[in-house]
């Protein structure tokens, strides 16, 4: 333990030394007229060899300090050399045994079998992860035609099933209809009003039609298999889904539908840059369990990447009825954002009636700036 907590010391100094190092630079680049590398002072060079030098000693020391206990909580090498090049994200650091596992690896060699694990530590909020330098496993089979009906069954054999309870896309699609496998299900879905809390592709582009708010790019947020991006495909809309392989393989099924999963969880600052989304539509995954502070960083970050004018479609958020009044009716409020749509209705199965909760589906216009 105390040898571990030493070498977080010291791989922080290492850090701290090297983000001086390239503050000199940096600021002496610009400083000095003629772009002219200047000379690393030596005494800034010593101290980072002394660091890197002490860091490959212990590296090196490491295996056979410990030989036989606790296997585990011994950094693995290529952890220690990845964090010397980039920065892992705080989370990672409390849970070492599952980050420890998973960078305890052969370089160079077949990835062992642990994609688990990965969405097990990203979960837990280690993102982004550590690169590894090894081979990730494939399957033998690959998709024969360019998928041109986003509706169509999913091919079999084209995912690494091995670690679900399905081993098939069918038994998938079987199981439960509604968690995005059965196609013949997704095909109807976003089409039809059944019930307020519904907002029919059309109409929703007849709002933005309306509105001369045109929509060519959205993000939709934790949306499973992808069935919005395939929807709206056939509107020529391109539509990036995140989407996590929480229990069953939605990436692989978004990526099959040829449409363009990303495998990112909710608190990760969206990959895409200001004001260049014109939709962002938040599905199921995004409801009350997901605390309060991270929910308002989420909605922040959404504003941020919507342009002015862009919609926010938050598609039956859930809640506890007074919750909804109390807390997340004015969090979004804090949006200004002007309410094309407002529904609230009773989450009537069993769960809900149990919580006393409710869905809410609203879309919201983000405002002009000047
Ligand atoms: C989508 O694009 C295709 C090819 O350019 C075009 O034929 C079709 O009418 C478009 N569909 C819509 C709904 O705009
Ligand atoms: C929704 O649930 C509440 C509380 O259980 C009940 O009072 C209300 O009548 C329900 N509304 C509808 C439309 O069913």
Redesign the pocket.
Known sequence: MGFTMSLNLLLLLAMVATNILSLYHLSSTIQSTPPAPPPVPDHLIHQLSTIRATINHLTSLQPSSSPTKKPPSSTPSDLLLYTHIAPIASSCKDHPLLLHQYMNYTPFALCPNDSPLAEDLILRGCHPLPRRRCFSRTTSTIPSSLPTNPFATLPENTALLGHYRCKTFSCFASTKSDMGFDMTVEKSRFLTYKTDLDLPIQQLFQLSKSAKSVIRLALDIGGGTGTFAAHVKLQNVTVITTTMNFGAPYNEAVALRGLVPLHVPLQQRLPVFDGVVDLVRCGRAVNRWIPLITMEFLLFDVDRVLRGGGYFWLDHFFSK?TDLEKVFSPLIGKLGYKKVKWAV??KTDSSG?KN?E?YLTALLQKPLSN
Request: no cysteine; charged share 15%.
């Open positions: 009825r209705g009773n009636v006393g409710v």
